[in-house]
């Protein structure tokens, strides 16, 4: 372990005592990535080295250079057409974190970027004014090439955000922050699914410094970190307002002095720097005030007697630490000097419109007082490619409850979709959590209760995921990850175009189980769904690597009496047949 930072109450005290011993780390200019403003990006996927360490090379990863990747600047309504190059060696991916996009564009494992490939996502920009990410999310991997460096911003624009009177000057008045912590090895190499994670940095730059002009500045948080919460707040205990969280901006500014952010997870705040030239205000985690049970706080369980292997001793648990170093300058031309009274116009979901609520359950794969050096389930399972856990119907409005028996706080991230914290523990959520979120922390033992509405994009075949944010947790060979599809169940009836090319037996059939095979013997199925006269979906179901032919027995013995169509997915198309289910 590499540690550089020392933190806030130990730096007291050793001034105190011998203050001749002292010994002052430079600060450096923290590194702000440049950008890109087009509907047509190129990104090309490298490796690289870096210097976190002077006169250390460290083997790094990173998009258009050796480490991160540039700002994506987009509008709301605007049809990007993006061209990513794996140029790494290895397979990736590359995931849009927050954006509303359809399942085959939003980069999760199952879209697989190959050696040497390009893959080439085209969608419309729907979502609202915020600050979205993208980074890898291949299976079992997502935090080695995360950890290494491949991440970068996208900031989302619109109409509704131009009008008001917010900092927006780039790197400006307007600054991107990708807080992080990380792990080297002896050797000063990264460290993936590790648990010492001693070493922060600020846009992928230790002990980072930032010159900040004396007015409203706003600062575009990222927890890039792979495991660690944040509990953010201004030295001094000076106070700043919340704009902005994951999904979009908030009706109006919360004033605040303190704010949690857990892994994945965006928020944006305007500090008022005016009158304060030549002051240097220090950005910081006051991780001290995180209770037990959070990583990041001095014991990651919610007891001293469930240990994570690694986590001791690291200078970051449970005390309060300098984040970023910020120095005031000279204004800026025409500065923004006021706090806006008012923002967005931003209507939550309505508990009264779910049309469904659905259940899950964190829970320990290992019990007892080693839990948390486990792995961790969703409703009793983990990651599998090959099982859809849920399916959503095309524009439900749902209710997601979800209770955390396990000893260590998780933060949930849900793709596709932006939603509303209803209540933790039966209570309204704080308000720093009551805007548009896509990622939140649920406390240990805790219940919370989102709203969220499935709406636009639907896809039979490619799931999205829902998972905890830790990589180490989603990482796992027993993974705490789950995958949903959304289907139209009102559309199809009129598209089901009946196949020649396979036939399907027996059929009709009083049995259990009824067949089909492909005509080609080149041909494999994929997956199915069984559509029934109403057009609904009552079935869906992606077939298992181990059992992917041209033939494919399903049961039936659950149907009930009736007519019913089977969609059988190949390689290439989607072959449906009709059936009939006797009693």
């Known amino acids: 372990m590499k540690n550089l930072f020392l933190p806030i109450k130990p730096l007291l005290l050793l001034c105190v005592l011998n203050f001749t011993s002292l010994t002052v780390v430079s600060q450096t200019p923290i590194i702000i990535p440049g950008t890109i403003e087009s509907t047509n990006v190129n990104l090309s996927l490298q490796n690289g080295t870096f210097q976190f360490f002077p006169g250390e090379n460290t083997s790094t990863m990173g998009v258009n250079g050796p480490l991160l990747g540039p700002t994506l600047i987009m509008n709301n309504g605007d049809n990007m057409n993006i061209s990513i190059t ?11 974190h927050g954006m509303h996009v359809s399942a085959a564009n939003d980069g999760g494992p199952h ?21 979205y990410w993208y980074h890898p999310h291949l299976l079992n991997q997502t935090d080695e090439h995360a950890s290494k460096g491949i991440s970068g911003f996208i900031i989302v624009r619109d109409t509704e955000e131009a009008a008001l009177s917010l900092p927006r000057t780039y790197s400006v008045d307007d600054f991107p922050l990708a807080v992080q912590t990380k792990s080297f090895d002896g050797s000063y190499q990264i460290q993936a699914n590790v648990n010492d994670d001693d070493v922060l940095m ?48 908030l009706n109006a500014p919360v004033a605040l002095t303190r704010l949690p952010l857990s892994p994945g997870a965006r928020a944006e705040i305007l500090v008022n720097f005016t009158g304060l030239q030549g002051q240097t205000i220090h950005l910081m985690s006051y991780a001290s ?9 001095t014991y990651p369980g919610n007891s001293p007697s469930k240990p994570l292997n690694g986590y001791s001793p690291n200078v970051l648990n449970g005390t309060d630490f300098n984040v970023l170093q910020m120095d005031v300058v000279t204004q800026t031309a025409n500065p923004i000097t006021t706090i806006p009274v008012t923002l967005a ?17 964190f829970e320990p794969l290992t019990s007892g007082s080693q839990q948390l050096n486990g792995d961790f389930s969703i409703n009793n399972v983990t990651m599998d490619m090959n099982v859809v856990n849920v399916t959503v119907p095309l524009n439900n409005t749902e209710i997601w409850t979800f209770q955390n028996n396990s000893a260590i706080a998780h933060p949930f991230h849900m793709h596709d979709v932006q939603f509303y914290i209803l209540d933790i523990n039966g209570s309204p959520p704080p308000s720093y959590l009551q805007g548009r979120k896509d990622t939140f922390l649920v406390p ?49 009836l009129d598209d089901l175009e009946l196949s020649k090319d ?15 095979r492909l005509n080609k013997p080149s041909e494999t199925i994929k997956a199915y769904s069984i559509v029934n006269q109403l057009g609904q979906i009552v079935r869906y179901h992606k077939i298992h690597e181990n059992e992917i032919s041209n033939m494919y027995s399903f049961p039936i013995f659950e149907l009930a009496q009736g007519q019913y169509f089977i969609k059988v997915f190949t390689q290439d198309r989607i072959i449906t047949k009709k059936f009939t289910k006797n009693h």
């Open 502 to 516: 396979a036939v399907l037996y027996p059929n009709p059939s009083k049995g259990s189980y009824m067949t089909v």
């Open 345 to 361: 116009n931003d209507v939550p979901l309505a508990e009264v419109t779910a049309d469904e609520t659905r259940a899950f359950t």
């Open 202 to 249: 600020v846009n992928a730059t230790i002990n980072g410094q930032l010159d900040v002009p004396a007015q409203v500045v706003r600062l575009r948080l990222l927890n890039g970190s792979s495991q660690r919460t944040f509990n953010f707040g201004l030295s001094g205990n000076n106070a700043f307002h919340l704009i902005g969280t994951d999904g979009g901006l």
């Open 444 to 492: 240990t033992g805790a219940t919370a209760r989102i709203i969220t509405k499935f709406e636009d994009y639907f896809d039979d075949t490619i799931p999205y995921m829902y998972h905890c944010h830790m990589l180490k947790h989603e990482d796992a060979l027993a993974g705490m990850m789950g995958q949903f599809v959304v289907v139209d169940q009102t559309a199809g």
């Open 289 to 297: 005030e995180l209770a037990d049970g959070n990583y990041g706080a």
């Open 86 to 96: 794996n140029n790494l060696g290895e397979e990736t991916t590359i995931h849009w």
């Open 111 to 131: 879209t697989v970027i190959g050696v040497g490939q390009t893959w080439n996502p085209q969608f419309e920009v729907k979502d609202k004014a915020s600050t």
